[in-house]
């Protein structure tokens, strides 16, 4: 990508406008939702702004979850405590303007969102997110997402390994 980005939390300075991903929920949630989510402290957004022409060029949200042990395999289980939820962090949406789409951003935008998990003082054990189609859920689990036991489209990676699969990626595009 030749263009710079800058990741920030989304506020009234961005025109949300003409985003459009291809996807209308998507888009709507952008345009309609996202402020109210946030100034109600039910997720927050994040928005990658083009340097140059100061578009949204991508955005994702996050918001608090949990998961139940039960869901989890037998192998990460193991090394958790017997308790009957642990905690997570849901990246509810995620989003790339189409002119943008194929070019590395979707994968940027995650990794922002894993280190930006990372770095909370909370205790959060594994990101959570549910694609919405065949195309989503291949693109979480090329980046190390698994399906959750008993549930739709769900998937689920432990942070420690999410931290590992982004090390040395950098947070922001070129």
């Known amino acids: 990508m030749t ?4 990741i ?6 961005h025109d949300r406008s003409r985003f459009s991903s291809g996807s209308a929920p998507l888009d ?8 109210q989510d946030i100034k109600r402290r039910i997720a927050s957004c994040f928005v990658a702004v083009s340097v140059q022409t100061k578009e949204i060029a991508g955005f994702y949200t996050l918001t608090a979850a949990s998961i139940a042990l039960t869901a989890l395999s037998p192998e990460i289980v193991k090394k958790l405590p017997r308790y009957p939820v642990v905690p997570a962090a849901l990246l509810g949406r995620l989003a790339v303007a189409e002119h943008y789409q194929g070019k590395g951003l979707g994968g940027v935008l995650l990794g922002n969102a894993v280190l930006r998990i990372a770095r909370a003082e909370l205790g959060v054990f594994a990101m959570l997110v549910d694609a ?6 291949r693109f979480y689990e090329h980046y190390g997402f ?3 036991s008993g549930a739709d489209r769900r998937l689920c990676l432990p ?15 070129a």
Request: proline share 7%; hydrophobic share 30%.
């Open 8 to 13: 920030e939390p989304l506020s009234s300075e």
């Open 159 to 173: 942070i420690s390994l999410a931290l590992r699969h982004f090390e040395g990626r950098p947070e922001h595009p």
């Open 28 to 35: 709507r949630y952008l345009r309609e939702q996202a402020s």
């Open 146 to 148: 698994t399906v959750v």
């Open 3 to 6: 263009e710079q980005f800058r």
């Open 132 to 137: 919405k189609d065949d195309a989503a859920q």
